[in-house]
Structures are given as C-alpha cells and as structure tokens.
C-alpha cells in the first residue's frame, strides 16, 4: 500500500495513512513522508502503537535527534522517567504517578499550554517533532498547531518591512517568567536557561517560503525596548493564532503528530491534569542551522 496524504486543512494538515510505523520504512515511504512535511508542515498518523524504540527508528529517517538535556528542562537526570532519547510531555514521574498539583514539574510543564516552537530558545532549534500520545486523557488535552507561513503572508506590507530584520531573543527564562516560574528557578538552571539570539523571519529551505518565527520563548527583541518589543510580540502572536491559521488536534491512543518547528506553534490544551493520565513521549529532529548569528557568551 502507498502512502497517502489526505489534507484536512489545506496546505497545512495532513492525515497519512497506508504505512506502518512499527517496521522500518521503505526510501519511498520516508520520501513521501518527507515531501508531505515540505509542502504541509504538520502530518498525522492514526493508528500506530510505536514503542519507544519504533519511535525512534521512525524518527530518524528525518535527520539527528535532539536529546533533552539541563539546558531545556529542570529534570534531573535521576529522575527521568524516559530514555535520553524521548522528551517526556506526560503528567507522570519516575514511577509513572501523577504529578501532584505543586509539583515543581508540573507547574514547569504548564509552559507547553503557551503557543511555542519547541527549543526556539537553542542556538540551532529544532527542526521536527514527532508527538506520540500512548494514553489520553477522556476529555481536553487536545494540541493545537498554527501556520506561521499564512500568518506571515497575512501582514500587511509595513509589518512586513518592519519584522524583516529583526532578531529576538529566546530563553526558557522569558516563556516561565510569563507563568511565574521563574522566580523557582535555581541559579544552575537559570545559567544553563541564558537567551539565544533567532530571526523574526525565517525561509523555508525547500519552497522558499517566509514563516514568522514566533514562541513564548521569545522575550525580547534586539535594538528595542523590552515593553516595546514584548507588546510587539505579543500583537502579532494574536494575529498569527487566529482561527484560519490554527487546527486542533483530538487524540486518539496511538495517534502520532508530526510538525516542522520552523514553520509552526504549537501548544497544549488543559483538562484534568492531577487526576487524569496523559502519556505523550516526543522525539524531537535537530536543526540544521542557526537562524541568526549569537553573541559571544
Ligand atoms: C510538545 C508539546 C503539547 C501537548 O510535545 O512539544 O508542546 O499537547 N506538546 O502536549
Ligand atoms: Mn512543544
């Protein structure tokens, strides 16, 4: 069987269906894949009950992983409940209980509820994420995805002109201080959470296309008064999250979502996340470039 691609939102979404991501691809399957992410930017998968080691595999046929690390979460190495190679995006600790209402994870992890791109706040971000939801909770807890390519061709030419240049500045330390947290935050976890430097506008290296890279990491913007620049940021987040330019996903156990972080936000919905279950596992593809030269630290 070949590969389809059924687009539920046009140019956007695609829902693929006639491959099997429990056994190796084939190069025409990964190919296919490949192209869909090219012209789409968001794919998903029904259907497909990976283990942790299938993900993986799968993974890869999409470039190098990018492992989570102190850099990106306040997790401790002994208390990763994952191997190094999966982002943990459950409600879960170590011994796969539920996160109480304080706990310190817990409330970090409420930062995936603002619209992001994942590791904007790295010097060579992401390039995909691959989302596996292997127990979802009854109600809520949908993920929603916004196309940063329409948002950016929806400005006007003075905005245009206007965001061409500019260069922001990403952190965990903004996206958590928007929360509250970052008042909790060690001086170890806030040296390791120092800002990188990302371009506003970035080109699509295939199509060409121009997206608007925008994140709640993104806290300030370089040569701009920080108020300024936050005011700024927060207007054309709300332009860019408007309904033509968002779609929502509703998960299904073995549904596995895959989008291009260049091109994308993304953020969790709530529901009931001290009493129910919710056991996503991420395998995130690296980067291939920076997107703005970085400052000597
Ligand atoms: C992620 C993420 C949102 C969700 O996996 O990077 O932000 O709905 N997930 O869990
Ligand atoms: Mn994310």
């Known amino acids: ?27 025409e399957e990964a190919q296919a ?37 102190n850099k990106s979460n306040i997790t401790k190495a002994q208390d990763r409940r994952l191997s190094p190679d999966l982002a943990d995006i459950s409600n879960l600790d170590r011994e796969n209980r539920l996160h109480g209402r304080d706990d310190r994870q817990r409330l970090f992890n ?13 010097a060579t971000p992401a390039k995909y994420s691959l989302l596996s939801g292997r127990i979802v909770p009854a109600e809520g807890g949908d993920t929603e995805f916004a196309d940063m390519r329409q948002a950016y061709d929806a400005l006007d030419a003075k905005t245009k002109a206007e965001v061409e240049h500019l260069i922001c500045e990403h952190s965990l330390l903004y996206s958590r201080g928007a929360l ?26 295939k199509s060409g296309r121009k997206s608007l890279y925008l994140s709640a990491h993104a806290g300030r913007i370089v040569g701009m008064p920080t108020p300024e620049a936050r005011i700024f940021l ?37 529901f ?25 630290a």
Not at 180 to 186: E, I, K, P, Q, V
Not at 234 to 257: C, M, S
Not at 276 to 294: N, S
């Open 180 to 205: 509250g947290f970052d008042d909790d935050l060690t001086e170890d976890e806030k040296q390791g959470f120092r800002p990188v430097r990302q371009s506003l506008v970035r080109v699509h290296p």
């Open 33 to 69: 894949i490949d192209a869909g992410m090219d012209r789409l930017a968001v794919l998903v998968f029904h259907d497909q009950p990976v283990t942790d080691e299938q993900q993986v595999a799968f993974s890869l046929n999409f470039g190098q992983l990018e492992r989570p690390d």
């Open 110 to 122: 409420l930062g995936n509820r603002l619209w992001h791109s994942d590791s904007s706040f790295r």
């Open 234 to 270: 927060r207007e054309l987040n709300e332009q860019a999250t408007k309904p033509p330019f968002v779609y929502a996903h509703k998960w299904r156990a073995g549904d596995i979502v895959m989008w291009d972080n260049r091109q994308t936000m993304h953020r969790a919905r709530p």
């Open 272 to 296: 009931d996340d001290v009493g129910q279950v919710r056991d996503m596992r991420r395998t995130t593809i690296a980067g291939e470039a920076m997107t703005a030269e970085q400052i000597a």
């Open 1 to 27: 069987m070949a590969v389809h691609i059924k687009e539920l939102t046009p140019g956007f979404v695609g829902e693929v269906s006639g491959v099997d991501l429990t056994k190796p691809l084939t190069p």
